[in-house]
């Protein structure tokens, strides 16, 4: 939940206050021109890394404000900075979760608890797993931080599609299992237009995790 902070003293902020409390989430870049006109990011593929600060939190619910210019400044910080302690906040704040998409369903129904599940463990032929955080809260961000894509991918022996199904969560898909792309993009294009609020997109794009090395980059790219 983001907060009103017009009277906030930025400057009674603490070095270790910021230290413990600031993350990130990502945004569309080209959707968002306007808005990071004022606001520090880093450019990841299509996607703006912009940066936040919890305020305080209540279970799943967090409070929290996105840090801008003019804040960046009075705490004497530039947008890498931001970016190296916010990675160092991300696993704590917002642990990530990779779960099998039927165990999801099944669980939604009633017929199962993904918490007592093995994490990668799917029954189903459909290879379908869901990556998230913990709050399923601005989860896609998990991409950036995330060690369980490469022991995803080492498992299927496989390098992995992600699909950016909102900015709370991703899709990963196995290639060798899904391997005409194009029919991946468009389900994320009709996705996006028929059930995504635009507010939660992030990218129409379709993502290839490489198993080798860990890098990513968006699949038309490398055509």
């Given at each position: 939940?983001?907060?009103?902070?017009?009277?906030?003293?930025?400057?009674?902020?603490?070095?270790?206050?910021?230290?413990?409390?600031?993350?990130?989430?990502?945004?569309?870049?080209?959707?968002?021109?306007?808005?990071?006109?004022?606001?520090p990011?880093?450019?990841?593929?299509?996607?703006?890394?912009?940066?936040?600060?919890?305020?305080?939190?209540?279970g799943?619910?967090?409070?929290?404000?996105?840090?801008?210019?003019r804040?960046?400044?009075?705490?004497?910080?530039?947008?890498?900075?931001?970016?190296?302690?916010?990675?160092?906040n991300?696993?704590?704040?917002?642990?990530?979760?990779?779960?099998c998409?039927?165990?999801?369903?099944?669980?939604?129904?009633g017929?199962?608890?993904?918490?007592?599940?093995p994490?990668?463990?799917?029954?189903?032929?459909?290879?379908?797993?869901?990556?998230?955080?913990?709050?399923?809260?601005?989860?896609?961000?998990?991409?950036?931080?995330?060690?369980k894509?490469?022991?995803?991918?080492?498992?299927?022996?496989?390098?992995?599609?992600?699909?950016?199904?909102?900015?709370h969560?991703?899709?990963?898909?196995?290639t060798?299992?899904?391997?005409?792309?194009?029919?991946l993009?468009?389900?994320?294009?009709?996705?996006?237009?028929?059930?995504?609020?635009?507010?939660?997109?992030?990218?129409?794009?379709?993502?290839?995790?490489?198993?080798?090395d860990?890098?990513?980059?968006?699949?038309?790219?490398?055509?």
């Amino acid at each position: 939940m983001d907060i009103n902070y017009e009277n906030i003293e930025w400057d009674k902020f603490t070095a270790e206050e910021i230290k413990e409390n600031l993350f990130f989430s990502l945004i569309n870049y080209e959707k968002n021109k306007e808005k990071l006109s004022d606001i520090p990011y880093i450019k990841f593929l299509d996607l703006a890394v912009v940066f936040n600060y919890m305020v305080d939190e209540n279970g799943d619910e967090i409070h929290s404000f996105r840090v801008d210019d003019r804040i960046m400044k009075t705490w004497g910080l530039n947008a890498q900075e931001m970016y190296d302690i916010a990675m160092g906040n991300m696993d704590r704040l917002f642990p990530e979760i990779v779960s099998c998409i039927t165990n999801i369903v099944r669980e939604l129904e009633g017929k199962c608890h993904t918490e007592m599940i093995p994490e990668y463990i799917c029954d189903s032929v459909i290879h379908v797993y869901v990556l998230t955080n913990k709050r399923a809260l601005n989860g896609a961000s998990a991409m950036l931080y995330s060690k369980k894509l490469g022991k995803l991918a080492d498992i299927l022996e496989s390098n992995l599609y992600i699909l950016p199904s909102s900015v709370h969560e991703v899709i990963a898909v196995p290639t060798k299992y899904y391997q005409d792309a194009a029919k991946l993009i468009k389900l994320v294009n009709d996705v996006n237009s028929d059930t995504v609020e635009p507010k939660d997109r992030l990218s129409d794009n379709v993502y290839v995790y490489e198993r080798a090395d860990g890098s990513m980059y968006i699949y038309e790219n490398r055509e």
